[in-house]
């Protein structure tokens, strides 16, 4: 287990004590894995000489990741602390920023609730600005227009070069 | 060459290419010629992976130790900030500056629509004169 | 060798040629600008597979595969951040050359030793292909069921660092594999018609590599600049040369079959190359001050195991790296069935990919020796738009599936889930072979029973299931002797850094160290 690595202790951010958060994953994977096996729960047989059912892998893997889950929240009561992923353009010092990440969730939400309305290229356009004013860029003026650039640009390129054309929302017949 | 009518420091806005050069240059001139101590400002908002702008800090210390090796008083700013123009006119704000001197760079009509100058905004918004300086 | 013929046939029309070319520039790109590798790229590019041919589109994947690995060693030597655990050695001697002015002979040893690794490892290819499609095309459901055990407990058990995280990785990726009627009934729908095809391959990949990717990277972003080391053009000297090519030779030999077993990685044989170069050389003095043999082995290693990865992939249908994950991924866009029966399918294709391998790599050979300096400016690319991009492509990516406002929704939703993976260090690798080969999986066991009629014993009724089984055995018995090897050589290195130069440290220690300054 990493948990017993030196390199673990190196990158974790406070230290010592237990990584409560860890026990959030833990009741994530009992909670999957419980749907699972209800899932697996409601199929029918198939035909009787059928070796394999629809159910047989539901159960086994719905029981697994339940068996798992309770693994990793006992692991993590013994104190293992996950060794989160590093990279060239990570900084593990400073703790995590909620606040860039809500920004950023929100935008591709309203990316989702907005594109059947407004069509790809609009919304590109402002899904490319939102995520550079949510990771701190202020030059919006710059950023809309290398979005719209970009939104309309990938429209044409999919429609003209590879013969796929994304719906236009709104601009039907604009563009 | 400007006067400065009080005696606070000189605030130099500090990148290690030719403009900053220039506007360093001037700055230490007179800073000499009025007594007043230098604070060099080299500022960053960090936001790519490298930026041409930011001084090394090897190359800051090694400035710093040569300017103050002749009795001027020097002091560097070398910091992460939001934004920064408004950082260089918060140091000249905060210790009462005299003047500061910024390099500037010719900048085509696009250039100048679409992107901000960092000194243009200082020119703009810091309280005390500014000395805009173009390198030879 | 018609066959091969053949192939550079299909690799040199033009717009193969082109398709290369993009694929080497786009790859290059991608190695040199920090947040985005080449599984991450693939992914965005996946939606291209739905109009350009497989093989224009398989050959660009290969040179993106090829160039992110020319872009990592470029910012690992003139910045000191190792991209992945396999260029960590790159990047403490390489920095510490270009440091001693030397930059421009560690970029030229790097580039033409990959260039070496690389063509010596595709022809290694062109022979061992065919050779090995020939012995498992014959293999049964019950081989290939085995077959398929084994890549899940390749990437699982053998290549992550914790095996609990890869598990919970693995079933988390078999669960999203569930997903669908494929079975004739709904399985874990939520009563969805959007869900009744199960969730696009397309999809997964991109939320998980790039959606949780960019999230991760946005959450932590590092605000400090990096000094950058000035570079001029990469050249060598004679003496150079005299002291890199044996390490280059030396480093291919290690890196091809480690990348070409399934229980491979790239990790293991560049830390064997360094310690054997440190051991042969003339000047062991240098070793941890800037040796050039101590880049040019290590490189060719990280090469040659990247090329020795596509033996697996291209028999076997076994992928080892994340980035040949998505490469099968693109394969079952196709609709092509990678594995035991691709070569005798589909030749022209294997045989352009195979071809087209060393086309990338002189590609990459002439846009990146002269063009290392041009490559280091992509480096003043501002963060916030560069994520703003990556999540931009990827809703691109996820939404020209199916015109779908609920995929975005699920790429959220799986992003997120690549977040918290991130975060509690479960590996992403076990998740997506699981999602691309759990369904396949089903399908060969109900396969093998069905036909010996509900006998469990079948499954270990062919010799080649039980070799396979063997296989498993002994491959948990070695990473048992190896995981403890590998801990004592990396200790062993750090040490003797520490030793040489006070500054030379983990890749961590130097984070660390950038963040306290």
Same mark, same amino acid.
């Given at each position: 287990m990493s948990g017993d690595g030196t390199a673990a202790a190196t990158t974790s951010p406070a230290g010592g004590a237990v990584d409560k958060a860890q026990y959030g994953m833990a009741g994530f994977l009992v909670l999957v894995g419980g749907y699972v096996l209800w899932d697996a729960s409601t199929l029918t047989e198939g035909? +009787?000489?059928?070796? %394999?059912? +629809?159910?047989t892998f539901p159960y086994a893997i719905g029981a697994v990741l339940v068996a798992l889950g309770v693994a990793l929240a006992v692991a993590t009561a013994r104190g293992d602390r996950p060794q989160a992923d590093d990279g060239?353009? %990570?900084?593990?010092?400073?703790?995590?920023d909620l606040r860039t990440l809500g920004l950023l969730v929100a935008v591709l939400v309203g990316t989702m609730l907005t594109i059947d309305w407004l069509g790809w290229a609009i919304t590109g356009a402002l899904l490319f600005t939102g995520a550079t004013w949510a990771l701190g860029s202020r030059t919006w003026v710059r950023n809309l227009a290398v979005g719209t650039a970009l939104s309309i640009g990938s429209w044409y390129g999919f429609y003209v070069g590879l013969g796929v054309p994304i719906p236009a929302g709104i601009l039907d017949g604009v563009l | 060459m400007n006067t400065p009518i009080t005696d606070g420091p000189v605030v130099v806005a500090y990148a290690p290419d030719k403009f900053g050069r220039a506007a360093l240059d001037h700055g230490v001139a007179l800073a000499r010629r009025d007594g007043v101590p230098l604070i060099i400002v080299n500022d960053t908002r960090g936001d790519a992976y490298v930026d041409k702008r930011f001084a090394g800090d090897e190359e800051l210390a090694t400035l710093e130790r040569e300017l103050s090796a002749d009795g001027l008083t020097v002091s560097v700013r070398h910091d992460l900030v939001q934004d920064v123009a408004e950082a260089v006119v918060a140091v000249a704000d905060a210790e009462a500056a005299s003047l500061v001197v910024v390099g500037v760079r010719r900048r085509t009509a696009v250039g100048k629509a679409l992107l901000g100058s960092v000194a243009q905004r200082v020119i703009l918004d810091a309280r005390c004169p500014v000395l805009a300086v173009k390198p030879d | 060798m018609d066959l091969l013929l053949d192939g550079f046939a299909t690799a040199l029309t033009p717009e193969n040629l082109l398709f290369a070319t993009l694929g080497v520039l786009l790859g290059t790109a991608v190695g040199v600008l920090p947040g985005i590798g080449p599984a991450m790229a693939l992914a965005l590019l996946l939606p291209v597979t739905y109009s350009v041919g497989p093989d224009s589109a398989i050959i660009m994947f290969a040179g993106i595969y090829y160039g992110g690995m020319y872009g990592g060693s470029t910012t690992s030597i003139l910045l000191n951040t190792p991209g992945e655990s396999s260029s960590v050695i790159t990047a403490i001697e390489g920095n510490k050359m270009a440091k001693a002015g030397r930059a421009a002979q560690a970029l030229a040893t790097a580039a033409i030793g990959s260039f070496v690794a690389g063509t010596i490892a595709t022809v290694l290819l062109w022979v061992l292909v065919p050779r090995v499609a020939d012995i498992v095309v014959q293999l049964g459901a019950p081989s290939y069921f085995a077959i398929m055990l084994l890549a899940f407990f390749a990437v699982t058990m053998v290549l992550g660092s914790s095996k609990l995280r890869g598990f919970i990785s693995l079933f988390l990726g078999l669960a999203i594999a569930m997903i669908g009627t494929q079975t004739g009934q709904a399985r874990l729908t939520f009563d969805q018609p959007l869900l009744a095809d199960g969730i696009d391959i397309v999809v997964v990949a991109v939320a998980i590599f790039a959606i949780g990717e960019a999230l991760w990277v946005a959450a932590h972003l590092r605000r400090k600049p990096l000094e950058i080391i000035p570079v001029g053009q990469p050249w060598m000297s004679r003496s150079d040369w005299r002291r890199s090519w044996k390490p280059w030779l030396r480093g291919t030999a290690y890196g091809f079959p480690f990348g070409a077993l399934p229980a491979g990685g790239a990790e293991v044989p560049t830390f064997l190359s360094y310690a054997t170069e440190k051991k042969l050389s003339k000047h062991p003095e240098e070793f941890g001050k800037g040796a050039i043999e101590g880049v040019a082995g290590p490189e060719a290693a990280n090469n040659a195991s990247a090329a020795g990865t596509l033996l697996p992939l291209l028999t076997l249908g076994l992928p080892t790296t994340a980035t040949a994950a998505v490469m099968l991924s693109a394969f079952e866009g196709y609709g092509i069935q990678p594995g035991p029966q691709l070569l005798d399918a589909e030749p022209g294709l294997v045989w352009g990919l195979l071809a087209s391998l060393v086309i990338a790599n002189a590609l990459l050979l002439l846009i990146n020796l002269p063009m290392a300096p041009l490559w280091a400016k992509l480096l003043r690319v501002p963060r916030p738009q560069l994520y703003a991009g990556i999540l931009f492509f990827a809703c691109l990516g996820a939404y020209t599936v199916n015109f779908q406002a609920f995929d975005l929704g699920l790429l959220l939703a799986l992003g997120l889930l690549g977040l918290a993976m991130r975060r509690f260090a479960l590996p992403v690798l076990p998740l997506i072979v699981a999602v691309i080969l759990g369904p396949r999986l089903e399908l060969q066991l109900t396969e093998a029973l069905t036909i010996s009629q509900g006998d469990v014993s079948t499954l270990w009724s062919e010799p080649v299931a039980i070799i396979v089984y063997a296989l498993m055995a002994l491959l948990a018995f070695v990473m048992g002797v190896g995981a403890l090897r590998r801990r004592a050589t990396e200790t062993i290195i750090a040490s003797r850094a520490t030793e040489s130069e006070s500054d030379v440290e983990h890749e961590s220690d130097v984070e660390q160290k950038e963040s306290h300054r």
């Open positions: 035909f +009787a000489d059928q070796p %394999v059912h +629809a159910y060239e353009d %990570v900084d593990l010092s400073q703790g995590t | - | -």
